[in-house]
């Protein structure tokens, strides 16, 4: 069974890499929406796959670092692209919620990116 949790944040960026003149080069913000799925059978006991609760304590914990933040100013996010940014949550998550599954990660309500890991 796959669960999810979502969140939401606001951070700013700029992207250091993109071609003199590109509108990205400036500095922006977004208003991001996280999805984290999470996959594993029902625990026969509780009827779930995983608390809600905790999901929710673990992966806010790490959006607090990066919430109303200049994303390029945090460690290993320079070069602060969507999906470079789905890559360092799933990092900083993927240790304390071993049923990860996928993360979704909307940078506009119209484009983002589905990260699964490595």
């Known amino acids: 069974m796959i669960i999810f949790k979502q969140f939401s944040f606001d951070s ?5 890499n993109v071609p003199e003149g590109h509108k990205c ?5 977004h208003t991001y929406k996280l999805i984290v799925y999470l996959e594993d059978k029902l ?3 509780l009827g ?7 999901v929710k304590q673990i ?3 790490v959006v607090s670092i990066i919430d109303h933040k200049l994303l390029n ?8 692209t969507c999906e470079l940014l789905a890559v360092w ?11 990860l ?5 909307h940078e506009t309500p119209t484009s983002g990116v589905i990260y699964e890991g490595v």
Do not use: C, M, R
Not at 90 to 95: A, E, G, T
């Open 25 to 29: 080069k400036e500095v922006h913000g």
């Open 59 to 61: 992966v806010a914990s």
């Open 43 to 45: 625990d026969d006991t």
């Open 48 to 54: 779930w796959v995983a608390d809600f609760a905790e």
């Open 89 to 99: 949550i799933w990092n900083k998550v993927k240790d304390q919620l071993p049923a």
């Open 101 to 105: 599954k996928k993360i979704e990660l």
């Open 73 to 80: 100013n945090i460690e290993g996010l320079e070069n602060p």
């Open 12 to 16: 700013a960026h700029y992207l250091p």
